[in-house]
């Protein structure tokens, strides 16, 4: 089975903070994705990555960069967390010749 | 730009009902589409894909759904509904080349009464 894991379920940080969010797969797969979820909006597109320091904005890159320093893992930073970043983010990976994306259980996080 | 609409944000059956939850995209070309459920406080796991082939495609959990080109629509369905059933569900499409990005539908809750 195709695991995918983040780094934290429940995530508290002040505004200003600087935030890291992490995910990893075990499926050696080429392509990786950050989405953000909000009620009535369903998940946008943030960042994704289709090979090892490769990466490409998404529809809604602003506030955010990422980092892929290594195939299994791709992280998600916040340089200046603000309370419009409040949201769940779920990270999904791919292998680059398939269309099915995987999910993680996804990070709750909360920007106060 | 491809987008995706999936018609009402919140639905409600009766256990043993016909689930129906609408999805319609917008594409000139045929994407590959997919259904997905989220159980609440987890992450979203794939129920269905339609990419080529056949229209009526099966998937877990006894959901299924059938591709309309001519319709642009790919709408899910379940004969009987079951209290386990009560999730989210998102509608997505991709492109059928290069990355395979999705644009996910805005979700529908459904509801199964007892």
């Known amino acids: 089975d195709v695991k995918v894991t983040q780094s934290s379920r429940y995530l508290v940080k002040r505004t200003g903070e600087k935030v890291f969010l992490e995910c990893v797969q075990d499926m050696d797969h080429e392509n990786m994705f950050w989405y953000r979820q909000d009620p009535g909006l369903g998940l946008r597109l943030i960042y994704f990555s289709y090979d090892v320091k490769m990466k490409e904005k998404g529809d809604i890159p602003e506030g955010y960069s990422v980092s892929r320093e290594k195939k299994e893992r791709f992280s998600l930073i916040l340089e200046s967390a603000s309370t419009n970043q409040t949201s769940m983010y779920l990270c999904?990976?791919?292998?680059?010749?398939?269309?099915?994306?995987?999910f993680g259980p996804g990070t709750r996080l909360l920007v106060l | 730009a491809q987008s995706v609409t999936q018609l009402g944000s919140h639905v409600s059956v009766s256990e043993g009902a016909l689930v129906l939850l609408r999805c319609n995209y917008s594409?000139?070309?045929?994407?590959?589409l997919f259904w997905y459920v989220q159980y609440p406080n987890q992450g979203l796991q794939l129920l269905l894909k339609?990419?080529?082939?056949?229209?009526l495609v099966k998937g877990i959990n006894g959901f299924e759904a059938e591709f309309k080109k001519s319709e642009t629509s790919f709408h899910l369905t379940k004969p009987s509904a079951h209290m386990s059933d009560a999730a989210e569900y998102f509608c997505a499409v991709s492109d059928i080349a290069g990355t395979y990005k999705y644009i996910f539908g805005t979700g529908t809750r459904l509801k199964v009464l007892a």
């Open positions: 999904a990976s791919g292998e680059a010749s398939q269309e099915t994306q995987y």
């Open positions: 339609y990419t080529t082939g056949a229209t």
């Open positions: 594409s000139s070309v045929p994407p590959y």
